[in-house]
């Protein structure tokens, strides 16, 4: 595979098939010299999304097109949050 390969975190994991992915950038004013943060929010594609929860970390590559808005593939998980039952007194 070829492509840029993005670090971010799930943010919704409704949809049949696809994950939206939320990347942090960070960039230098010109004029200001002072660095700011923007992100960007990524359709990407992947076959079992019930592995994924909101607030994991994951890698993703760019991939031909998948549909209108999707061209991104889940690359490999870096951080699963794992469930963590509350007990109750």
Known sequence: MSGKILKGHVVSSKMAKTLTVKVEFSKKHE???KRYIFHNNFKVHCE???????GDL???IECAPISKTKNWVVFTPVEVKKKVAKEKK
């Open 48 to 54: 079992d999304v019930s592995k994924f929860k909101e």
């Open 31 to 33: 004029r200001y010299n």
């Open 58 to 60: 994951i890698q993703i």
